[in-house]
């Protein structure tokens, strides 16, 4: 009498249908894969310009702060104070100028503030207040615009800061 032994194993067919499941399964993981890794990328370059300009504006407010004698120029795109640096005062002014923001100090050149990639769409400087007896507050509002594959992405920043003093001499 002889005995078969039955063969244990897999066919063919269903060793196919298995690698062919296992091969979607990995292409459908590496195209969720691929879709997080350029979001997070988007995501940095966001991140870096908004900080780029938040950093800037910072920058702004800071000697604004300081600052006394106000004057805005040039159709609320120019800002021009009296900044006291090195026990002297001294000229600086700000100004939104061919899709960036600006400034100069004393008598040098206008010099780009924020990153060449950032392109300002709209910004302008506004003066309320500042009678005799009561501080001015400068406006600063601010629409900034990135283009990251093909696509623009706009950041509108508003913010108001009151300089230090009343405009006597330090």
Same mark, same amino acid.
């Given at each position: 009498?002889?005995? *078969? *032994?039955?063969?244990?194993?897999? +066919?063919?067919?269903? %060793? ?10 990995? /292409?459908?993981?590496?195209?969720v894969y /691929? ?9 940095? %370059? ?12 910072? /920058? ?5 702060? !300081?600052? *006394? ?15 006291? /640096? ?6 600086y002014c700000?100004? =939104?100028?061919?899709? +960036? ?18 392109? %300002?769409?709209?910004?302008? =400087?506004?003066? *309320? ?17 990135t283009s ?6 706009? =950041?509108?920043?508003? +913010?108001?800061? +009151? ?6 001499? !330090?």
């Amino acid at each position: 009498m002889k005995f *078969k *032994k039955k063969q244990r194993g897999f +066919t063919l067919v269903e %060793v196919l249908v298995s690698v062919s499941l296992f091969i979607m399964a990995i /292409i459908a993981l590496s195209q969720v894969y /691929i879709s997080v890794i350029r979001s997070e990328r988007i995501a940095y %370059v966001l991140l870096n310009s908004e900080n780029n300009i938040r950093n800037g504006l910072e /920058i702004m407010a800071r000697s604004i702060r !300081i600052g *006394k004698e106000f004057e805005i120029l040039s159709d609320n795109k120019e800002l021009c104070f009296d900044y006291y /640096i090195e026990e002297d005062w001294e000229k600086y002014c700000y100004r =939104f100028n061919n899709d +960036t923001l600006e400034r100069s100090h004393g008598s040098g050149p206008y010099m780009s503030m924020l990153d060449p990639s950032l392109e %300002v769409k709209y910004g302008r =400087f506004y003066n *309320k207040g500042g009678s005799s007896n009561s501080q001015s507050v400068i406006i600063i509002v601010l629409e900034v615009s990135t283009s990251i594959k093909q696509q623009e992405y706009l =950041f509108n920043l508003q +913010t108001a800061v +009151t300089p230090r003093s009343l405009g006597e001499a !330090i």
